[in-house]
């Protein structure tokens, strides 16, 4: 057991099942009968951030950390609706600090007292421009994600590890018990969720495996884990230690797909890591892909195009199917905001762009 009290949240980590962890080997898991992605719109609201991670090239210092206007939003969301997007995600760095004085004046001057009634502006942006929100802004409170969950329709945030790693170093240190606390809220609110694990930033073997025990038996207690990403950290302007090589990423992948149950998939990002080599590990999804945008947290590597997708599925000898932000079982079972449901349902475009993909086979 280990737990992180300080933050109202206990995370319950068998020993005995950590070991059976760190005995799993590829061989050990079955490939995905089929892959799946969903077409998205990047969106990167703010860069401010109030940590500084060593591996992070998506913050930017007070004084040159940008917030994108409401009619930026709009642009940016009406491409991803013409190229056929269904998700507008939303990234912003935690909560701005008060070193971000900038940031806090034109949210004011925009009519806005937080980053969070700023997001929630522009998720109903992202709908009417025929896009489903789904957000990324790092740590909430319960009181922040309430304030836009209804209006997405999933959420999302990286646990990375629960060690405490060099990498998250600094004034403001990222806390897993925070990360944690974020997640259990999720699960508190019913929002559909997606979280993962960062590979190589100073975890070890045990660190990895309790990760994903933890995210295992938060969503055993709350059923709202749609995915669990298994990102490798890659190299750029601020991280010049390396990546892991593909023989651990195998392992780690292997040990997500035995660690998680069937109903949460295992993402691999095919502009991060090497998933041709992954799909035997039990990866079967591939995340959101922008055929518009660029992946402005790590932007020296390309989205893949669809044919790349599809060559992917072709070396794994499975279907590709293209996918809503929302898993499928969270519509059937009832999860979902009014607003969300209206938009699904909706006698438009948009709707019947969304509805096609769940009746697709």
Same mark, same amino acid.
């Given at each position: ?23 799993? *080997?590829?061989?050990?898991? +079955? ?9 998205? $719109? ?12 060593? @591996? ?15 009619? /930026? ?26 070193? @971000?004085?900038?940031?806090?004046? %034109? ?67 990222? #806390?897993?018990?925070? *990360? ?45 884990? %749609?995915?669990?990403? &298994?990102?490798?950290? &890659?190299?750029?302007?601020?991280? %010049? ?24 998939? $295992? %993402? ?20 959101? $892909? ?17 044919? #790349?997708?599809? +060559? ?13 932000? $929302? ?26 762009? @969304?509805?096609?993909?769940?009746? /697709?086979?």
């Amino acid at each position: 057991m280990f737990g992180a009290s300080e933050y109202g949240v206990e995370v319950s980590v068998d020993e005995a099942d950590v070991e059976r962890l760190l005995a799993v *080997r590829p061989r050990d898991v +079955e490939s995905a009968p089929a892959l799946s992605y969903a077409r998205n $719109v990047f969106v990167p609201l703010t860069t401010a951030c109030r940590y500084t991670c060593t @591996y992070c090239t998506y913050y930017d210092p007070p004084g040159e950390a940008e917030l994108l206007a409401p009619e /930026a939003v709009r642009e940016i969301c009406e491409r991803g609706a013409d190229a056929g997007c269904t998700e507008a995600l939303f990234t912003f760095g935690d909560d701005p600090d008060d070193r @971000y004085d900038r940031i806090h004046s %034109q949210l004011e001057a925009w009519g806005h007292d937080s980053i969070h009634s700023y997001l929630r502006a522009a998720c109903e942006i992202a709908l009417d421009c025929g896009l489903l929100p789904h957000s990324n802004p790092g740590d909430q409170t319960r009181e922040q994600m309430a304030l836009v969950a209804d209006v997405n329709a999933s959420m999302g945030v990286m646990l990375e590890t629960t060690a405490d790693v060099r990498a998250h170093s600094g004034t403001r240190r990222k #806390e897993p018990g925070q *990360r944690l606390r974020t997640i259990a809220t999720a699960g508190e609110l019913a929002v559909p969720f997606t979280t993962g694990i960062l590979v190589g930033v100073g975890e070890d073997w045990r660190d990895r495996a309790e990760s994903l025990l933890a995210i295992r038996d938060l969503h055993d207690r709350y059923g709202h884990v %749609q995915e669990v990403i &298994v990102q490798p950290v &890659v190299e750029n302007d601020r991280w %010049q230690r390396g990546s892991p090589d593909v023989e651990t990423l195998r392992q780690v992948t292997a040990m997500a797909s035995a660690a998680l149950p069937d109903d949460v998939s $295992v %993402q691999s990002p095919p502009n991060l890591a090497p998933v041709r080599e992954l799909l035997d590990c039990g990866v079967d999804d591939l995340g959101g $892909v922008s055929p518009v945008t660029d992946d402005h947290i790590n932007p020296g590597y390309a989205w893949p195009e669809l044919r #790349e997708l599809e +060559e992917i599925a072709a070396v794994g000898d499975v279907p590709l199917d293209e996918r809503l932000p $929302v898993h499928e079982r969270y519509l059937a079972e009832g999860w979902l905001s009014p607003r969300i449901e209206e938009a699904i349902d909706g006698d438009d475009d948009a709707g019947r762009r @969304y509805r096609a993909l769940l009746a /697709a086979p």
